[in-house]
T-cell receptor, first 113, second 117 residues
């Protein structure tokens, strides 16, 4: 079946260090992969996405890497800050049809001051 | 940036009653809106896809007669939980997709916390 899953449920990182959140996927038919940040009691917030024909994309303090060979996606956060503490979801999207987004299970990032 | 609002932000109701949740795109038009449900410490599960002027498409296992969706305009979709029961208690989140762009341009609302007593 189609799924997007995460390796680790919780990640603790010292403030100022870099964070790496990993995600594995099983369906290769996705057009996009997306990372969302969800703070407690709030809706998901778009962070960055990457098309399936790319292997790297950079944003402000974030980098997403896509390895299609091993079906692995990662989100790297540079100089992690307390405000980065949240649950991070990887998700896949399709550009056809209604562009549904399927979410993975989430990783909780805890930033230690 | 694009803003999606939900109303109410939280609601408590008695078992057997119906609850309506509104999702609005405030500064853009959305032909497609999505409704998700999220249980504590779990991921978002897509319930249905709502298109303006047409019937919603429900995901497998979601009862369309229990979760009524109406998408009457390009800026408003509503989800009505009919005859709510305690197991329907959850965090309901909508998202709206702008007319152009890829899946990354799906904007999420702040969510509605439903508690059924």
């Amino acid at each position: 079946g189609e799924s997007v899953g995460l390796h680790l449920p919780t990640l603790s990182v010292q403030e100022g260090d870099n964070s790496i959140i990993n995600c594995a996927y099983s369906n290769s038919a996705s057009d996009y992969f997306i990372w969302y940040k969800q703070e407690s009691g709030k809706g998901p917030q778009f962070i960055i996405d990457i098309r399936s024909n790319m292997d790297k994309r950079q944003g402000q303090r974030v980098t997403v890497l896509l390895n299609k060979t091993v079906k692995h996606l990662s989100l790297q956060i540079a100089a992690t800050q307390p405000g980065d503490s949240a649950v991070y979801f990887c998700a896949r999207g399709n550009s056809g049809g209604y562009q549904k987004v399927t979410f993975g299970t989430g990783t909780k990032l805890q930033v230690i001051p | 940036g694009a803003v999606v609002s939900q109303h109410p932000s939280w609601v408590i109701c008695k078992s057997g009653t119906s609850v309506k949740i509104e999702c609005r795109s405030l500064d853009f038009q959305a032909t497609t809106m999505f409704w998700y449900r999220q249980f504590p410490k779990q991921s978002l599960m897509l319930m249905a896809t709502s298109n303006e002027g047409s019937k919603a498409t429900y995901e497998q296992g979601v009862e369309k007669d229990k979760f009524l969706i109406n998408h009457a305009s390009l800026t408003l979709s509503t989800l009505t939980v009919t005859s709510a029961h305690p197991e329907d208690s959850s965090f309901y989140i909508c998202s709206a997709r702008a007319l152009a762009g890829n899946a990354g341009t799906q904007y999420f609302g702040p969510g509605t916390r439903l508690t059924v007593l």
